[in-house]
């Protein structure tokens, strides 16, 4: 079944190049933007993601995605592909800051109560903003490799 199977290692780092760019790419753009060893190499991957039907190939033998890999984990913004546990980060960044606001704002006249409340729940956000951005910072970290960040 062409597109069945999760992009992985060295063809998801093509694939993620070539999505990256906003025009068709060659054998040899991919060589030297995924530091392969030949072009030879990154034809043989450029034809299995067209096997799958990520790629299309032109009439000057260049490439360009023709759909979007849905990986696990991840979602497309724009062209780049970001982890799910980066925009929960984000939701709890904005929460945090909207804590703090509420905070700065009945610091003066709330009770002694109040205040101890509000920053252990501060505390409690800010910790899921932690744990978040770390673990999708990991998650990056396994899925894409250091090679796919350019």
Do not use: C
Request: aromatic share 10%; proline share 3%; hydrophobic share 45%.
């Amino acid at each position: 079944m062409a597109g069945s199977e999760e992009l992985q290692g060295i063809t998801l780092n093509v694939y993620l190049y070539v999505a990256k760019k906003d025009k068709p790419v060659g054998p040899r753009d991919v060589m030297k933007g995924v530091n392969l060893s030949s072009p030879s190499v990154a034809y043989r991957h450029l034809q299995k993601l067209e096997d799958e039907g990520y790629l299309a190939k032109n009439e000057y033998g260049e490439y360009t995605v023709k759909k979007k890999a849905s990986l696990k984990g991840q979602i497309w913004l724009g062209h780049n592909l970001v982890p799910k546990l980066w925009l929960y980060a984000a939701v709890f960044t904005v929460i945090l800051v909207i804590e703090a606001v509420i905070l700065a704002i009945h610091y003066p006249v709330e009770h002694y109560e109040f205040k101890v409340f509000f920053l252990l729940l501060m505390l409690i956000t800010g910790s899921a903003l932690a744990v978040f951005a770390v673990e999708g910072a990991l998650q990056n970290r396994r899925k894409l490799g250091t090679s796919a960040s350019e």
